[in-house]
């Protein structure tokens, strides 16, 4: 398998990894009840995140850390939903890369 080399290859990464979390009923609900995400729009956001912080891109702007102490305030974001959310990043990024 290849490395991550590009937008493209970040993309379909964002894209499988929250699939993943979506479905998983375990973890789920942060993104459709307390967040209410809206995937299409969200995916090129986390993109650029993820381009800065492996390409050094630039272009993310957002507080990433007071983004999650606000969602952290709704719903406490726990160390086993974290636990549940590396599994499924690094089981995506173990399927693509």
Not at 86 to 94: A, G, P, Q, R
């Amino acid at each position: 398998m290849k490395d991550i080399q590009n937008q493209e290859d970040l993309y379909l990464l964002v894209n499988e990894f929250y699939k993943k979390l979506l479905t998983d009923q375990s973890i789920s609900y942060i993104f459709t009840d307390i967040v209410k995400i809206k995937l299409e729009e969200h995916l090129p956001i986390l993109v650029t995140f993820w381009s800065q912080a492996i390409f050094n891109t630039g272009g993310y702007f957002n507080n990433l850390t007071n983004i999650h102490l606000d969602i952290s305030d709704k719903e406490y974001l726990t160390p086993e939903l974290f636990s549940i959310w590396l599994n499924h990043f690094n089981t995506s990024v173990n399927e693509n890369f």
